[in-house]
T-cell receptor
């Protein structure tokens, strides 16, 4: 079974600064990778996903992530954050084709400061 | 467009009481899921239903039962609540492939005293 590590539980950053949220997963032959975002008092929603092809994936709200197979990482980045990006971000991994075997990381709380 | 609707939003139970969490989706998805979210632990799958008429255990099924009432509805039952079941519960739906993202409800915050 896959495991997912989100190294930072809290990331404070000033508005308009760049941010990187880190995600590492346990090794597998093939993986499907996701980032979900959870705004306060809401459910999670998909930010972006990597299934195959280009290792740089672009998502909604200006976020992007890069799949690095050799480092088993899928870090999330945004060049300039806004107050509205304050939320909890979850990395998720599946090594099969089924959504039932999706493993979530423990989450990173991003707080954007004015 | 409602998406995934969960009721209730909040609930307080005493140890040993029972309750059912309701979930309905209007996206015609085949698969539905129940997760629990605990601080520092991400989301853990309790039960899932790959399609109407089938249910199966996830990572943490003990103390829970589910019913896939029809294609739209998937309920989670706690027969005898315990303090360890204090958590935020999320229902989600999707198609049965990894290409299809999970669509989540807004959650039920349950406290067991």
């Amino acid at each position: 079974a896959q495991s997912v590590t989100q190294l930072d539980s809290q990331v404070p950053v000033f508005e308009e600064a760049p941010v990187e949220l880190r995600c590492n997963y346990s090794s597998s032959v093939s993986v499907y990778l996701f980032w979900y975002v959870q705004y306060p008092n809401q459910g999670l929603q998909l930010l972006l996903k990597y299934l195959s092809g280009s290792t740089l994936v672009k998502g909604i709200n200006g976020f992007e992530a890069e799949f690095n197979k050799s480092q088993t990482s899928f870090h999330l980045r945004k060049p300039s954050v806004h107050i509205s990006d304050t939320a909890e971000y979850f990395c998720a991994v599946s090594d099969s084709g089924s959504a039932r075997q999706l493993t979530f990381g423990s989450g990173t709380q991003l707080t954007v400061l004015p | 467009n409602a998406g995934v609707t969960q009721t209730p939003k909040f609930q307080v139970l005493k140890t040993g009481q029972s309750m059912t969490l309701q979930c309905a989706q209007d996206m015609n998805h085949n698969s539905m899921y129940w997760y629990r979210q605990d601080p520092g632990m991400g989301l853990r799958l309790i039960y899932y239903s790959a399609s109407e008429g089938t249910t199966d255990k996830g990572e943490v099924p003990n103390g829970y039962n589910v019913s896939r009432l029809n294609k739209r509805e998937f309920s989670l039952r706690l027969e005898s609540a315990a303090p360890s079941q204090t958590s935020v519960y999320f229902c989600a739906s999707s198609e049965w492939t990894v290409n299809s993202p999970l669509h989540f409800g807004n959650g039920t915050r349950l406290t067991v005293t």
